[in-house]
Every structure is written in structure tokens, then in C-alpha cells.
T-cell receptor, first 112, second 111 residues
Framework: GQNIDQPTEMTATEGAIVQINCTYQ??????LFWYQQHAGEAPTFLSY????GLEEKGRFSSFLSRSKGYSYLLLKELQMKDSASYLC?????????????FGKGTKLSVIP | DSGVTQTPKHLITATGQRVTLRCSPR?????VYWYQQSLDQGLQFLIQ???????AKGNILERFSAQQFPDLHSELNLSSLELGDSALYFC??????????FGPGTRLLVL
């Protein structure tokens, strides 16, 4: 089975930087995904890490350490529209299928 | 817009009833996934189809079933509905086992 932990809620100020952490335990790791989800809307893909290190995409970066079972999503120059839930998901190849297991999400509130 | 479509957007029904949710994947995507999202549980994987064949099963109840048709669209059938089945149901698609792209979801309310 898998266990994915991320903080339930975070608050940050517009223009600042925020780091959302995710820890996981899995039997057959095959990649880690971050999705953004605004309330009542579909999750949208942000980033994918399968090797250790940092992946940068504009204002968003994601880091992975496979040995520590740890990832973080870094959001820079926060904007009000970044207020959303951020979902960490691990892909597990152990069962022969590359299904995703999601954490419960971190609700980020950006305040002026 | 992810390119994944789902119908209907909203569904209100009564306990004991049966409903069918429909999903059309992005053009070229062979894999379709179904997820249930309720307030207290987060996104729960239900089932995956790949090119018409069932590939993986998650926490899907026996009252629920799905299929993927030759044109690659998929349907999720929910029967003997209970109050606790009220949730957002998302479909996602991917090319083989790559990044999943989610549809807008169907909001189901069971009264």
C-alpha cells in the first residue's frame, strides 16, 4: 500500500514564496506528480518528478528525494489566483498498473 | 481545457437509483481512469481501462461498474445509490501510462 502525507492547510502572502511538502511510502515508486485544484474544479497538472532533483517551470518548481520519500512544491511570486488545493500523487508500478495515489491535498490561501 | 469531457455536469437522484456517467478522453489517449472525490476522502482511484480492457481496480464498490467502448469513451455505472455516494466523480485520460489529464467532473447528489 501507499501512504502520502501533506499539510492540510497553509497561508501565505501575495508576492511571497511558499513550500508545500509531501512525504510518501510506496512499494514500487514510478514518479511523483503535483496537481492544482481550485474548489469544485478539475485537478490540473503542474509537475512531474521521477529522478532526484529540482524541476523548474516558471513560478513553480518541484523537488524529489527518492531515498527520503520526500517531495516539495515551491511557488514563487504568489498571486491571489494561486489560492487552491495542491495535490501530491505518487505513481506506483508495483501492481503492474501505473495508477496514481493522491494525498488529501494542501489548501493554500494567499492573502493580500 | 484539458480536452477530456464528462457528462452530465450535475446529477441529482434518489437513494436506490442507478446512474451512468460518461467520459470522452483526449484525442489519442488510450487510458481512462475514474476517481471519486468526497470532502473527507480526497481523490480516490476507482478503476482504469486501457484500450477497452480493464487495467487496474482501486477502491471501487461492487455496486459500481465501468466499461470502455471501442471508440474509447468510458461509462461509469453507479447502482443502488446511497447517500454516501454523493461526491464529485472525475475521469482522467492519458497516452498509455503518462501524465493524467482530468475532465471537469460530474457532481452527484443522492437525496
Amino acid at each position: 500500500g501507499q501512504n502520502i502525507d501533506q499539510p492540510t492547510e497553509m497561508t501565505a502572502t501575495e508576492g511571497a514564496i511558499v513550500q508545500i511538502n509531501c512525504t510518501y511510502q510506496t512499494s514500487g515508486f514510478n514518479g511523483l506528480f503535483w496537481y492544482q485544484q481550485h474548489a469544485g474544479e478539475a485537478p490540473t497538472f503542474l509537475s512531474y518528478n521521477v529522478l532526484d532533483g529540482l524541476e523548474e517551470k516558471g513560478r513553480f518548481s518541484s523537488f524529489l528525494s527518492r531515498s527520503k520519500g520526500y517531495s516539495y512544491l515551491l511557488l514563487k511570486e504568489l498571486q491571489m489566483k494561486d489560492s487552491a488545493s495542491y495535490l501530491c500523487a505518487v505513481r506506483d508500478s508495483g501492481a503492474g498498473s501505473y495508477q496514481l495515489t493522491f494525498g488529501k491535498g494542501t489548501k493554500l490561501s494567499v492573502i493580500p | 481545457d484539458s480536452g477530456v469531457t464528462q457528462t452530465p455536469k450535475h446529477l441529482i437522484t434518489a437513494t436506490g437509483q442507478r446512474v451512468t456517467l460518461r467520459c470522452s478522453p483526449r484525442s489519442g489517449d488510450l487510458s481512462v481512469y475514474w476517481y471519486q472525490q468526497s470532502l473527507d476522502q480526497g481523490l480516490q482511484f476507482l478503476i482504469q481501462y486501457y484500450n477497452g480492457e480493464e487495467r487496474a481496480k482501486g477502491n471501487i464498490l461492487e455496486r459500481f461498474s465501468a466499461q470502455q467502448f471501442p471508440d474509447l469513451h468510458s461509462e461509469l455505472n453507479l447502482s443502488s445509490l446511497e447517500l454516501g455516494d454523493s461526491a464529485l466523480y472525475f475521469c482522467a485520460s492519458s497516452v498509455a501510462e503518462e501524465t493524467q489529464y482530468f475532465g471537469p467532473g460530474t457532481r452527484l447528489l443522492v437525496l
